[in-house]
């Protein structure tokens, strides 16, 4: 694969601002408040560099008169922003609930044994980045998944093989995302100090399965079962969100009660 440096990328950056431009334009004219256009802006930034790179952000910052912390906060809470490299192809398998009863399992193993990688993982190459996702609300025909957010459905391990043989031979019908900048390995945060980075939590840690409801100091969930089962919830008063609260020491009870 040819080498994709930050470097190079950061030195094109001002001719793709120039070619972009009158398009963010345009994109701003269409609201009142120009800020609103900052959602709009990003993606159009991200189909040509492959992600939201920070010079994108602090482009976006400039052209909506807003801080560059503005941008990076919103870029940050949405999912389908990149805020570094992926692969090519970004394959995204439905594990919720219609999906795991329907061999969902099977073809997220099958996907990780045929690609090498485990979930928030780019292969090698740069082709694939690989994610097992929540429920892509297309329970009807399980088990589904998104390559580049386009869907593919009633998935097989034979059609996985051929979905991933398409890919590979530039036969699939969906376009790969531009890539201006070679992937990491992982664009996972294992810890809460790597946020900053970049990078994208992969949920519970230290379980050992990602549909474990466990996590830190419950890697099997049972605590947390124990405290649905053997405790009533008490929810404080009628609020926009239902606050669980417990007596003091209640977790500690229950893990001597172990």
Same mark, same amino acid.
């Given at each position: 694969?040819? @080498?994709?440096?930050?470097?190079?990328?950061?030195?094109?950056?001002?001719?793709?601002?120039?070619?972009?431009?009158?398009?963010?334009?345009? +994109?701003? &004219?269409?609201?009142?408040?120009?800020?609103?256009?900052?959602?709009?802006?990003?993606?159009?930034?991200?189909?040509?560099?492959?992600? &939201? !790179?920070?010079?994108?952000?602090? &482009?976006?910052?400039?052209?909506?008169?807003?801080?560059?912390?503005?941008?990076?906060?919103?870029?940050?809470?949405?999912?389908?922003?990149?805020?570094?490299?992926?692969?090519?192809?970004?394959?995204?398998?439905?594990?919720?609930?219609?999906? !795991? +009863?329907?061999?969902?399992?099977?073809?997220?193993?099958?996907?990780?044994?045929?690609?090498?990688?485990?979930?928030?993982? @780019?292969?090698?190459?740069?082709?694939?980045?690989?994610?097992?996702?929540?429920?892509?609300? =297309?329970?009807?025909?399980? @088990?589904?998944?998104?390559?580049?957010?386009?869907?593919?459905?009633?998935?097989?391990?034979? !059609?996985?093989?051929?979905?991933? =043989?398409?890919?590979?031979?530039?036969?699939?019908?969906?376009?790969?995302?531009?890539?201006?900048?070679?992937?990491?390995?992982?664009? !996972?945060?294992?810890?809460?100090?790597?946020?900053?980075?970049?990078?994208?939590?992969?949920?519970?840690?230290?379980?050992?399965?990602?549909?474990? &409801?466990?996590?830190?100091?419950? =890697?099997?969930?049972?605590?947390?079962?124990?405290?649905?089962?053997?405790?009533?919830?008490?929810?404080?008063?009628?609020?926009?969100?239902?606050?669980? @609260?417990?007596?003091?020491?209640?977790?500690?009870?229950?893990?001597?009660?172990?």
């Amino acid at each position: 694969m040819e @080498t994709l440096s930050a470097t190079r990328r950061e030195a094109d950056f001002p001719a793709l601002l120039d070619r972009l431009k009158p398009e963010c334009e345009r +994109i701003i &004219a269409q609201y009142e408040d120009r800020r609103s256009a900052l959602l709009p802006i990003m993606h159009l930034f991200q189909e040509h560099e492959g992600f &939201a !790179s920070p010079e994108a952000m602090r &482009a976006c910052a400039a052209m909506l008169d807003v801080t560059p912390a503005v941008v990076e906060s919103t870029v940050s809470f949405y999912t389908l922003f990149y805020r570094r490299p992926v692969g090519k192809y970004v394959v995204q398998v439905c594990r919720g609930l219609a999906c !795991s +009863i329907n061999g969902a399992d099977e073809i997220m193993a099958h996907f990780r044994e045929r690609l090498g990688v485990k979930t928030l993982e @780019t292969t090698p190459d740069g082709l694939f980045s690989y994610e097992e996702v929540e429920c892509l609300a =297309a329970c009807d025909r399980p @088990t589904c998944a998104q390559v580049n957010l386009e869907f593919v459905y009633d998935l097989t391990p034979q !059609s996985v093989d051929d979905l991933l =043989a398409a890919i590979r031979g530039g036969t699939y019908a969906v376009a790969p995302m531009a890539q201006t900048q070679e992937p990491p390995r992982t664009w !996972s945060v294992r810890q809460d100090g790597e946020v900053s980075t970049g990078r994208k939590t992969e949920g519970a840690t230290d379980v050992s399965h990602p549909n474990n &409801a466990g996590g830190l100091g419950d =890697a099997t969930g049972v605590i947390m079962l124990d405290r649905i089962v053997l405790r009533d919830a008490e929810f404080r008063g009628r609020t926009k969100e239902r606050v669980v @609260t417990e007596p003091p020491g209640t977790m500690r009870e229950l893990e001597d009660a172990r």
